[in-house]
T-cell receptor, first 114, second 114 residues
Framework: DTGVSQDPRHKITKRGQNVTFRCDPI?????LYWYRQTLGQGPEFLTY????????KSRLLSDRFSAERPKGSFSTLEIQRTEQGDSAMYLC????????????FGSGTRLTVV | GENVEQHPSTLSVQEGDSAVIKCTYS??????FPWYKQELGKRPQLIID?????GEKKDQRIAVTLNKTAKHFSLHITETQPEDSAVYFC?????????????FGKGTKLTVNP
């Protein structure tokens, strides 16, 4: 386990369809984050898990978005009824509880809604 | 909430020159300031970070300075090389909520010309 894995790397979907992304964090990291990055912008925070508990959600996370981390290990991010504005790179990151520990980002899932 | 401004948006330097990227933040309680390098199509990678109890940190050709009073921090890259070409993002961590989420700037595209 050398890093944060995300699957799939790319997803093209038709508007209105549902999509689900998966993130496998570094195994000893109990903190997991989802971010969204659009072209030319920095990543924007979506949601945060500590173990299996979802402790913070951004107002960017509309009711069409849901995230889970059922066993405190991998996480999924689902987008229902996708819209063209959902097209972005979805990045997952993890870190440990050790103070001053940095984030490790995954390679992301690039979503294109057509 | 926290707001991070980053300048310049693009920066072009000759190989061997120094590059400086500046960021300002709005929340005086923010206490952690990382810098990420993102190459095209790749994940953001942490290159250096600084905590609010430190004014400067250096790692080989890279240094970060923090001015808490003015609420700004800067990335300094000396002896730039073509492989330093990438988009650089600064970020700040506001303490509210306990998530230690990152609030990113919009990025600086650095081009190092051989």
């Amino acid at each position: 386990d050398t890093g944060v894995s995300q699957d799939p790397r790319h997803k093209i979907t038709k508007r209105g369809q549902n999509v689900t992304f998966r993130c496998d964090p570094i195994s000893e990291h109990n903190r997991l984050y989802w971010y969204r990055q659009t072209l030319g912008q920095g990543p924007e925070f979506l949601t945060y898990f500590q173990n299996e508990a979802q402790l913070e959600k951004s107002r960017l996370l509309s009711d069409r978005f849901s995230a889970e981390r059922p066993k405190g290990s991998f996480s999924t991010l689902e987008i229902q009824r996708t819209e063209q504005g959902d097209s972005a790179m979805y990045l997952c990151a993890s870190r440990s509880n050790v103070p001053a520990s940095g984030y490790t980002f995954g390679s992301g899932t690039r979503l294109t809604v057509v | 909430g926290e707001n991070v401004e980053q300048h310049p948006s693009t920066l072009s330097v000759q190989e061997g020159d120094s590059a400086v990227i500046k960021c300002t933040y709005s929340d005086s309680a923010s206490n952690y300031f990382p810098w990420y390098k993102q190459e095209l199509g790749k994940r953001p990678q942490l290159i250096i970070d600084i905590r609010s109890n430190v004014g400067e940190k250096k790692d080989q050709r890279i240094a970060v300075t923090l001015n808490k009073t003015a609420k700004h921090f800067s990335l300094h890259i000396t002896e730039t090389q073509p492989e330093d070409s990438a988009v650089y993002f600064c970020a700040a961590t506001p303490p509210e909520g306990g998530s230690e989420k990152l609030v990113f700037g919009k990025g600086t595209k650095l081009t190092v010309n051989p």
